[in-house]
């Protein structure tokens, strides 16, 4: 726990030299998704940072925002970024039906509306279509298409550890669910 930090920029830089290397940077969908795990990194990033000490022991500040509450705002909205890439603009009807549900919660994890649920059922889906397309167990390994698919399942899988870090520890303070608290 006390290296967490260091880990995180360590992989924040290995992402960005991800991004260079590899021309990432000017394809639309892959940089997409080296941001989304960047939102990831950034939640675990804030999970892991200790809130400053208040003048009371025990009383909460009102109406403050900490850099803590924008990057899981940051991050949230970062994670988001990857099922921008799995919108399909066909005419089929479970490709218009997966483009209006994977929307609507796409915009409830990003506005912190229903956060925990819409992102678990994220979670779920994310999982069945990463399994159905990026079967690379199903490729031989001496074919380039291998490589491929086994990247995109292991960067898929990133970002739904990304998404289980927004269920188990909510959205932060800077989202519609916390507003409601207020109300």
Known sequence: RNFVQYACF?????IALQTIAYSIL?????LMRNLALGGGLLLLLAESRSEGKSMFAG????????????????????????FMTLLHFDSS??????NIVGTAL????????????AALTLVVWLM??????NAFWTIPAYKPMHDFLKYDFFQTTSVIGGLLLV???GPGGV??????KEW
């Open 10 to 14: 360590g992989l924040f830089g290995i």
């Open 26 to 30: 000017w394809d639309l969908k892959f």
């Open 59 to 82: 009383v909460p500040s009102m109406g403050e925002s900490s850099p803590k509450q924008y990057m899981q705002l940051g991050g949230r909205v970062l994670l988001v970024l990857m």
């Open 93 to 98: 009807f479970f490709s218009i039906l997966q």
């Open 106 to 117: 796409i915009i409830l994890v990003a506005i912190g509306f229903k956060t925990k649920l």
């Open 128 to 133: 069945a279509i990463n399994v159905y397309f």
């Open 167 to 169: 269920v188990a520890l």
């Open 175 to 180: 989202s519609m669910d916390e507003k409601k």
